[in-house]
């Protein structure tokens, strides 16, 4: 089965930090570029971070300086360190998996369901 599960979300408080997981499966891992997205209410989803193959990585600036992507091949995981956070970093986080080969069929686009961070004291 393709998926990607988010997990690591929850309740901090300003200032604080979360790490959010984002484990894939049903993919060849390697082969595909990582990102995590989010989404506030009432706001468009936008990019926080992508993370390549290469492990070349890239950043929204709202977030750079505070967040780090990272991915570990050997557990088909990516990972986002989210630390000195602000209110305006609540949001669902999003990963989502992007191949490298245009090739639907054999390495399909994936989104994950999503996971709730609420930054609030």
């Known amino acids: 089965q393709v998926q990607l599960v988010e997990s690591g979300g929850g309740l901090v408080q300003p200032g604080g930090s979360l790490r959010l997981s984002c484990a894939a499966s049903?993919?060849?891992?390697?082969?595909?570029?990582m990102g995590w997205y989010r989404q506030a209410a009432g706001k468009q989803r936008e990019l926080v971070a992508t993370?390549?193959?290469?492990?070349?990585?890239k950043y929204a600036e709202s977030v750079k300086g505070r967040f780090t992507i990272s991915r570990d091949n050997a557990k088909n995981t990516v990972f986002l360190q989210m630390n000195s956070l602000e209110s305006e970093d609540t949001a669902h986080y999003y990963c989502?998996?992007?191949?490298?080969?245009?090739?639907?069929?054999?390495?399909?686009?994936?989104w994950g369901l999503g996971t709730l961070v609420t930054v609030s004291s």
């Open positions: 993370i390549t193959i290469g492990d070349s990585t």
């Open positions: 989502h998996a992007d191949p490298v080969f245009q090739n639907p069929s054999r390495y399909p686009e994936v």
């Open positions: 049903g993919i060849i891992f390697r082969l595909y570029t």
